[in-house]
């Protein structure tokens, strides 16, 4: 898989992370929100090219 396929991993991991916090409890979703949206930026990074791949 390329780092793109990756980019789409990792954004539908983080949802479906977020939507079962949120689902589980309020309070979780909070806590669960930080490492969701540090894994969307990621994400993003990859799906656009930008994620610091080392030179071959």
Known sequence: MNLR???W???AVA???TVFFAAWH???LVVGLA???L???AGGLMLTGRWPVPPR
Request: hydrophobic share 65%; charged share 5%.
């Open 26 to 28: 309020p309070r979780a």
């Open 9 to 11: 991993v990792l954004i």
């Open 35 to 37: 490492p969701a949206v």
């Open 15 to 17: 949802v479906a992370m």
């Open 5 to 7: 396929s990756w980019g």
């Open 39 to 41: 894994m969307c930026v």
